[in-house]
């Protein structure tokens, strides 16, 4: 079994920033896939960001490209999602997801395991 759980969620002002944190635990991720996604109130859940296993090329949904960036530690087993410019629309609850496989979190928009979430509010 595997443990998420995410950190540094909080209340910021439009153009600020926050860095999310997600630690894994219960099993090493060194040769899987972590990500991010997002669901605001009376939405879908939709895609973030999301990294493979040897941190190559990240994966990002259009609305955040530019404006964050994904980043892993294997050693830690701890993904990062720094976010830049936030804007209003960005207020979610952030979710950490990991899967063996990459393709399973951009395409599918699946993912094995998923942690409890940290809410983000962005104030205009």
């Known amino acids: 079994q595997v443990q998420l759980v995410e950190s540094g969620g909080g209340l910021v002002q439009a153009g600020g920033s926050l860095r999310l944190s997600c630690a894994a635990s219960?099993?090493?991720?060194?040769?899987?896939?972590m990500g991010w996604f997002r669901q605001a109130p009376g939405k879908e859940r939709e895609f973030v960001a999301a990294?493979?296993?040897?941190?190559?090329?990240?994966y990002y949904a259009d609305s955040v490209k530019g404006r964050f960036t994904i980043s892993r530690d294997n050693a830690k087993n701890t993904v990062y999602l720094q976010m830049n410019s936030l804007k209003p629309e960005d207020t979610a609850v952030y979710y950490c997801?990991?899967?063996?496989?990459?393709?399973?979190?951009?395409?599918?928009?699946?993912?094995?395991?998923w942690g409890q979430g940290t809410q983000v509010t962005v104030s205009s």
């Open positions: 997801a990991a899967d063996p496989q990459v393709y399973s979190l951009v395409v599918r928009n699946t993912a094995d395991y």
């Open positions: 219960g099993r090493t991720f060194s040769s899987g896939a």
């Open positions: 990294i493979g296993w040897s941190g190559g090329t990240p």
